[in-house]
């Protein structure tokens, strides 16, 4: 590692939690990419489709209670 680096580390480590967590998101940020950018279109057109297939009723959605008990049932079947 450069000493550059090594020394912007350090000052990182030596600041407050929150300081840390925003220098941390804006270098995330900084990294995007168009890829990021496509991966973000694809989620979007997937929420489409499953909300289209909610809309159409071509899917059953559960509440979240059932689906609990559902998986405990399950999981008591599988012990």
Known sequence: MSTVIENVLAQALQMPPKERATIAERLL?????????????????????????IDSSEILCLPWEEVILKLRENSRATA
């Open 29 to 53: 940020a900084s990294l995007d990419t168009e890829a990021d950018a496509e991966v973000e279109i694809a989620w979007q057109q997937e929420v489409q489709r499953r909300l289209s297939e």
